[in-house]
């Protein structure tokens, strides 16, 4: 059984900063491409950052470029989420989602998904 378990989310200030994890169980980690998605209050999920497979390609949204930093550690089957800069528009319920392939999409595109933790950027 896949397995996405989101971690590390919580209330921070403007411009400070957070790392989310996600720690992944139930299939071939390092084989699958992975994403991180949002979605803010009242709106859709929105894609956020995705990772190859092997860890060597990463894109962002225009939204977070220059202030997000996604990375994979195989050996500890975990995606993780640096977040830096944080803007109160940076407020959501953050997703870690799997590819059906070794290399991701710039869309919201996923087989499985975690629950989600929240994130809030609030003064």
């Known amino acids: 059984e896949v397995q996405l378990v989101e971690s590390g989310g919580g209330l921070v200030q403007p411009g400070e900063s957070l790392r989310l994890s996600c720690t992944a169980s139930g299939f071939a980690f390092s084989r699958y491409a992975m994403s991180w998605v949002r979605q803010a209050p009242g709106k859709g999920l929105e894609w956020v950052s995705g990772?190859?497979?092997?860890?060597?390609?990463?894109s962002y949204a225009d939204s977070v470029k220059g202030r997000f930093t996604i990375s994979r550690d195989s050996a500890k089957n975990t995606l993780y989420l640096q977040m830096s800069s944080l803007k109160p528009e940076d407020t959501a319920v953050y997703y870690c989602a799997k590819s059906r392939y070794s290399f991701y999409s710039t869309r919201v595109e996923y087989d499985y998904r975690g629950q989600g933790t929240q994130v809030t950027v609030s003064s």
């Open positions: 990772i190859s497979s092997g860890g060597g390609s990463t």
